[in-house]
């Protein structure tokens, strides 16, 4: 299951994810915003990287305006790999190479096309394993030795 929010900034990028999920039949749940008041991202980003980092949901997508925020959140979170991502290439990377568990979007830098196309490309990806594990032990083994993990 997806975990998805965003803030004010992500909102309409989001319910248009939201769409594309649908039709692909993806399951997700949405912890918010559901209206396009000003609120501050690290609540809603907090809500998902603390559900995927726990192992209660198995990937999240996080949008603020630039997605800047929301990555800075959500890798606060031990065990989450947030990637913001602006195209087809840095999509398919960032599962490819990086196994990230949380796709971060721009909702003031990507139209609702390209939004649903990262979304797609990421999930669709797979982890390549081999060496690019390797690096990801040591992300784990640095949380480890900073007391995080
Ligand atoms: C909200 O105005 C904006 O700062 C936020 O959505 C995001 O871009 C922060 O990184």
């Not at 915003?33 to 726990?54: C, Q």
């Amino acid at each position: 299951m997806i975990a998805i929010a965003s803030d004010h900034g992500g909102i309409e990028l989001k319910e248009a994810v939201k769409r594309c999920l649908d039709g692909r039949g993806i399951a997700f749940h949405d912890f918010g915003v559901f209206n396009d008041d000003s609120v501050d991202y690290p609540d809603f980003g907090a809500l998902v990287a603390g559900t995927v980092s726990r192992g209660e949901m198995t990937q999240g997508i996080l949008i603020c305006g630039t997605g800047i925020g929301m990555s800075i959140v959500a890798n606060k979170f031990p065990g989450v790999r947030a990637a913001l991502v602006h195209d087809e290439f840095t999509a398919r990377m960032a599962k490819e190479h990086n196994d990230a568990n949380i796709i971060v979007l721009g909702g003031r830098v990507l139209s609702p096309e390209m939004g649903c196309r990262l979304v797609g490309i990421w999930f669709d990806a797979v982890f390549e394993e081999g060496r690019h594990q390797k690096r990801l032990d040591k992300i784990a083994l640095i949380e480890k030795e900073l007391g995080q993990g």
